[in-house]
């Protein structure tokens, strides 16, 4: 069974740094672009940040600067090294991939992990 697991969130102060990891497991043929993406509550899911199999990159607006994902092909893993968190950064973050999978290949979703920014 094809699987993405989060881990990484918590409680953090403003100004803080946290570290998401995220591990694609099973029976995968291959690995596309992987990210991460966050819904923060009474909103929509959006986009944190993206990455291809050859490493080219893409960041919300909100995020460039302060987040920098990165991955493992080896590993099948994708990290989000998160800095700076503003309090507007809280959110459930959720992993996402494009796995190839038997023939086919599709999106994959995690089932995220709270990352939530207070003093």
């Known amino acids: 069974q094809v699987q993405l697991v989060e881990s990484g969130g918590g409680l953090v102060q403003p100004g803080g740094s946290l570290r998401l990891s995220c591990v694609a497991s099973g029976s995968i043929f291959s690995i596309y672009t992987m990210g991460w993406y966050r819904q923060a509550p009474g909103k929509q899911r959006e986009m944190v940040a993206t990455i291809t199999s050859g490493g080219s990159t893409t960041y919300a607006d909100s995020v460039k600067g302060r987040f920098t994902i990165s991955r493992d092909n080896a590993k099948n893993t994708v990290d989000l090294q998160m800095n700076n968190l503003k309090s507007e950064d809280t959110a459930v973050y959720y992993c996402?991939?494009?796995?190839?999978?038997?023939?086919?290949?599709?999106?994959?979703w995690g089932k995220g992990t709270l990352v939530t920014v207070s003093s």
């Open positions: 996402n991939a494009d796995l190839g999978v038997l023939a086919t290949t599709r999106g994959y």
